[in-house]
């Protein structure tokens, strides 16, 4: 499975940026996708996920109600709706798949992973 996100660059703090993740070689509606981030001299740390059939989504306390995760079964592409940014958001994104089929935090759990975006807020 490939995973190709983009979509990051700098915004002002109250800025908003759409990530996106395209998805190749598996079938995307089995897959369960989630965001990551991670900020430097931090750890990698769950920011929100998504079922198969995009039902069902669970997010970090820390990003909900600012950010929104989706997906287009159609276009194997998944999608990171992100407002109100804040400083504390800077860090690069990271969308990952897993097979097991249940909405999943856990960084270690995680089977595929894209390469990564980097999200720069300013103040």
């Known amino acids: 499975v490939q995973l190709q996100a983009s979509g990051g660059g700098l915004v002002q703090a109250g800025g908003s940026l759409r990530l996106s993740c395209a998805v190749s070689?598996?079938?995307?509606?089995?897959?369960?996708m989630g965001w990551f981030r991670q900020a430097p001299m931090k750890e990698r740390e769950f920011v929100a996920t998504i079922s198969g059939n995009g039902d069902s989504t669970k997010y970090a306390d820390s990003v909900k109600g600012r950010f929104t995760i989706s997906r287009d079964n159609a276009k194997n592409t998944l999608y990171l709706q992100m407002n109100s940014l804040t400083p504390e958001d800077t860090a690069v994104y990271y969308c990952a798949a897993e097979t097991v089929g249940v909405l999943i935090t856990s960084v270690y759990e995680y089977d595929y992973w894209g390469q990564g975006t980097l999200v720069t807020v300013s103040s």
């Open positions: 070689g598996r079938t995307f509606s089995s897959l369960v």
